[in-house]
Structure formats: structure tokens, C-alpha cells
């Protein structure tokens, strides 16, 4: 379904971004899916010819798709096997949203743009992807109609660890996302471990590459300028 919507052009551009980006990716099967998803689906006919360049791109409403090699690193830090409910936050172009369709049971995805989360729904159902529920939402309340998740993704740069979203994780699962200011962020992984004795959510913190998002904007987030 997938392979047969594209392009031979796309997928030449295709099978050399997954060899000369994802350098230090090393989870056969997110290369695999980086390799399977048509990227030049996610952004505009304008921006479709630099739909494999090294960088983030335009998608409209001031946000962007997100460079492919952060979507890889990103998605590899979650450790994927297949079974899981993944949340992620910050749907965009649906992206990054079609690779953790691609590699796991159920994603439940949640975008504050309207517009974005519309197209992203419309792109994902084009693609056949029907493990994927896209919904406009704030994010950074996280859904506890869904939860508990196996694993969480944001992104968008937080300004602190939204303690909201370890709490809709499993003890054990890992939530991945960058904090920071509004320019430069650190790629975070807190994987929950149990709660302490009066019921309070502990994490362990590994921290990762540098990275920049735009901001995430919300209750437990950026506050809307
Ligand atoms: N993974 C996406 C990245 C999109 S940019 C892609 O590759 O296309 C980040 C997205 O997060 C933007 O679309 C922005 O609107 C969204 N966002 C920001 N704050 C949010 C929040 N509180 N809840 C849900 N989405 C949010």
C-alpha cells in the first residue's frame, strides 16, 4: 500500500537519506521504517523537492517537520517492539506520528493546531496507517482517557519535565522529550520507575544530544505569547 503510492524519484532520495543521515542509528527497524515512509507526503507540494534534505521544513502555522535524523534518534530511544500504545505529542505533519505507526501497536497522537491535526489524520488514513487516532488537544495535560501508555514522545521543546505525562506511563516505560529554553533543549529520556511511599511519581533521568523545537505551548507548557 505504502510502496506502491510513491514515487521512484522519492524513494532514490529516499534510500540515500537513510544511508547518509541516519549515521549512528543503529535499530534495524527504525531504519527500516525511515526507509518505508514517504517523508515527501508529510510537507507541501512546494517543499516536496526538499522533502529528504538534512533539516527541518516549513509546514505551516509557524511549525515545522522535523529534521530526519531526530525522528530516528527519537523514535530508537523509545526501544520499540512492536506491542506498544505509544502517545506522542505534537502530531504536525504526522511524520514522525506514520514512523511509530509503522513500528508499534496503537498511537495515540495529540496536536493544539486544528488545521495540522486535520491533515496529519488525512495523510496517515491515505497511507493505510489505521493503528493511529490523531486529536486536538493539549498535550501537555497528556490524555488520561487513553492512558496508561507504554511509551510517550513529545515533540516540542518543553521549559520543564511535565511530571503530568510520566504519570499516564507504565512503571518501567520511558518518556522522550526535550527541555530547555526557547532556543536550544537537551533530548531527555525519564524512564518511571515505582512510586514513593505518600504516591508520588519518580523518574530516572538519561540525557541525550542537543537539540531545538519549536516551543510547547500549553497548560504545563509555554504559555501562548
Ligand atoms: N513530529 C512533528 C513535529 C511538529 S513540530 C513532525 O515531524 O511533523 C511540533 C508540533 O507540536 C507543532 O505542530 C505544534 O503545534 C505542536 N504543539 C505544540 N504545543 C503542543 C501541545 N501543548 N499539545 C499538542 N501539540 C503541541
Known amino acids: ?6 514515487s521512484g524519484r522519492f524513494e532514490t532520495l529516499r534510500r ?14 527504525v531504519r527500516d521504517a525511515m526507509a518505508m515512509i514517504p517523508r515527501e507526503r508529510f510537507v507541501g507540494s512546494v517543499m516536496q523537492p526538499r522533502a529528504y534534505e538534512d533539516g527541518p521544513l516549513p509546514i505551516g502555522a509557524g ?9 530516528a534518534r527519537m523514535t530508537e530511544l523509545l526501544g520499540l517492539d512492536g506491542h506498544e500504545k505509544v502517545l506522542e505529542i505534537g502530531t504536525g505533519s504526522g511524520y514522525q506520528t506514520a514512523i511509530l505507526a509503522a513500528l508499534t501497536r496503537k498511537v495515540i497522537s495529540l496536536e493544539r493546531i486544528g488545521d495540522l491535526a486535520r491533515s ?15 486529536l486536538a488537544s493539549d498535550g501537555t495535560m497528556g490524555r488520561s482517557d487513553y492512558a496508561p501508555y507504554d511509551a510517550v ?3 516540542a521543546g518543553a521549559p520543564a519535565i511535565p511530571e503530568r505525562l510520566i504519570e499516564q506511563v507504565v512503571v518501567g516505560g520511558p518518556v522522550v522529550i526535550p527541555v530547555g529554553d526557547a532556543k536550544s ?13 505518600s504516591g508520588h511519581v519518580q523518574w530516572r533521568e538519561e540525557r541525550f544530544e542537543n537539540c531545538r523545537f519549536v516551543p510547547l505551548i500549553g497548560r504545563f507548557g509555554w504559555k501562548e505569547q
Do not use: H
Not at 540515500?16 to 527497524?29: E, F, N, S, T
Not at 537537551?186 to 515505582?194: E, I, S, W
Open 1 to 6: 500500500m505504502i510502496g506502491s503510492a510513491t
Open 16 to 29: 540515500k537519506m537513510v544511508q547518509q543521515q541516519l549515521g549512528g542509528i543503529v535499530d534495524g527497524r
Open 63 to 71: 511549525q515545522t517537520i522535523s529534521q530526519p535524523w531526530i525522528v
Open 120 to 134: 496529519a489524520r488525512r495523510r496517515l488514513s491515505d497511507l493505510g496507517l489505521s493503528n493511529v487516532t490523531v
Open 153 to 155: 514522545i513529545v515533540t
Open 185 to 197: 533543549q537537551v533530548l531527555l529520556r525519564l524512564t518511571r520507575t515505582p512510586d514513593d511511599d
